[in-house]
């Protein structure tokens, strides 16, 4: 049979062909019901609690693990304050420092094996014997104990005023112990698989192009009405709007705002925005030259184009910062100056710095649109002063990796707390602990400010800690860690057909698919 194609087939074949779709394929293939199709630009960096804490790998591990404690639900609502997870109830010494957990029975792993007090130790321990990023939400001395089966205790050597919130991120998962017999190489293991006791559990994972999660048959509570999530990795923005549109995802993740408003107006589809505690900011690395000059440092913060970050690439659509601590989190310090580009200011500083700066890198991630034009914008501030800018782009995961080994000049990130409590964004950030870590990805030591922010983290008084925290503040401006460029919303469009999704300021890009319906 002889295949006739008019141009306007052609076209549909071509454009089926793009999308990894047979010519043939119905445009408007619909998901099925009872599957949630997530549209994201990069694949997971770590599967693993007690490595990652980065949101984007948190798609995948909040609804695998549970914790201790979890975020609570009011009216429909995500809400800073916990309630009993795993955990039955809790007491506390009367000087806080002796945490005992009643463990709830009947929660099984997803291989059917219960979940005890020594699943909530054996978590715990490697958590802290790991060392990376979420257990910086912890003290070091925190010693975790066996009373019986079903009770656990945490004695701290000295106060911590956000313990009880720390446990309901990422980092306080409860993870099977048997996955030591299943495997001569637990980290390896953890790093690509699940092995907790959430609603759900990942069953496979095609790098580069997508995540399926399946219902744990064991999960303890009400049955989920999905039955399957997947997650597509699709680094084109346009791509994702365009499956979106189609009906082939349900919700799609880090869209530029032009396609934002595109979007919005389109038959089928929501464009939802929640008021969120997300920051995005350049890391300037404290240990490698020429940046390790405080005066280079603050060259870069004074030739940023702020305004023009803001209100032209993010259509005005974020909020500017002053400090590290956003809006909206106390210790939040309305007195200090919004961050502001002086030309003039970045020209004196570079003429202070012994080495002439003549070329500096700039490293980002395809995980967000903006951040290539934000480079761009940084590069188009410094080519005035005989600075040139190379941008380098990087797949997400590497990205992460050559951060860690402090392997670059400035960098970009983005920032939501675990937590309501402003040591997410001061002792993460700052601790010389840290350094390299997720949190202190500029690798800045100040004894100075170590002590206050340690001290903050120790007080139950929440003036007292407001005090210090605005006293460090301070410090880290003068020293121009980091540049801080903005405070945005989330905004997430979706299929008009799914229901009953919960947005969490602590948890972007985490969702509540053991409750969401379609």
């Known amino acids: 049979m002889n295949l006739i194609f008019t141009p306007r087939k052609l076209a549909m074949a071509l454009l089926c062909s793009a999308l990894g779709l047979g010519a043939w394929q119905s445009a408007s293939a ?34 695998a693990y549970q914790k201790l404690v979890a975020y609570k639900v009011e009216n ?49 321990d490697r958590l802290m014997k790991l060392k990376q990023g979420p257990s910086g939400a912890f003290p070091d001395d925190m010693v975790v104990a066996v009373v019986d089966p079903m009770t656990v205790r945490f004695t701290l050597k000295a106060p911590y005023a956000p313990f009880l919130y720390t446990l309901a991120h990422n980092g306080g998962a409860i993870i099977n112990p048997d996955v030591a017999k299943k495997t001569d190489d637990v980290n390896a293991y953890l790093s690509t698989h699940t092995a907790g006791s959430g609603a759900f559990r990942l069953t496979s994972w095609q790098k580069g192009q997508s995540l399926t999660m399946e219902q744990n048959t064991y999960f303890s509570g009400p049955k989920p009405t999905l039955k399957k999530v997947v997650i597509k990795i699709i680094g084109e ?8 549109e189609r009906g082939d995802l349900d919700i799609i993740e880090d869209m530029p705002e032009d396609q934002l408003d595109a979007l919005g107006k389109k038959a089928g589809v929501v464009v939802r925005d929640y008021p969120s505690l997300r920051v995005t900011y ?46 909206g989190m106390w210790a939040y310090d309305p007195a200090l100056p919004p961050m ?150 989330y905004t997430l469009p979706m299929r008009d057909a799914v229901k009953g999704y919960v947005f969490n300021p602590m948890l972007e890009q985490v969702f509540n698919i053991d409750t969401i319906t379609k």
């Open 76 to 124: 429909g609502k995500g809400s800073t304050e916990v309630q009993g997870d795993l955990a039955a109830s809790w007491t506390t010494s009367a000087d806080s420092l002796i945490w005992e957990f009643k463990i709830k029975t009947g929660n099984l792993f997803d291989d059917g094996a219960e979940v005890d007090a020594n699943a909530v130790k054996f978590s715990f």
């Open 282 to 327: 350049l890391y300037l690395n404290n240990k490698k030259a020429p940046m390790s000059n405080p005066d280079a440092r603050r060259a870069i913060v004074d030739a940023l184009d702020y305004d023009g970050i803001i209100n032209g690439i993010l259509k005005g659509k974020a909020k500017p910062m002053n400090g590290p601590i956003p809006q």
């Open 30 to 63: 619909a998901v099925p019901q009872h599957t949630l199709m997530i549209g994201k630009p990069a694949d997971p960096q770590t599967l693993d609690p007690a490595v990652t804490i980065d949101n984007n790998d948190w798609t995948v591990t909040y609804p």
């Open 340 to 489: 502001k580009q002086d030309v003039a200011k970045a020209k004196a500083d570079l003429a202070k710095v012994p080495e002439k700066i003549s070329s500096l890198n700039f490293m980002y991630s395809d995980k967000d649109p903006n951040w290539e034009p934000i480079g761009l914008t940084l590069q188009a501030g410094l080519a005035p002063l005989g600075v040139n800018l190379k941008l380098e782009k990087l797949a997400n995961a590497t990205l992460r990796e050559r951060l860690g080994t402090g392997d670059f000049d400035i960098a970009i990130g983005s920032w939501s707390p675990d937590f309501a409590d402003p040591y997410m964004f001061m002792n993460f950030w700052f601790d010389s602990k840290l350094q390299g870590l997720a949190g202190n990805r500029s690798f800045y030591d100040n004894p100075v400010v170590d002590k206050l922010i340690r001290e903050a983290a120790s007080n139950n008084d929440t003036a007292k800690r407001t005090e210090l925290y605005q006293q460090a503040q301070k410090i880290v401006l003068n020293d121009s860690v980091y540049a801080y460029l903005y405070q945005k919303s």
């Open 237 to 244: 923005a346009s791509v994702r709007r365009l499956q979106l």
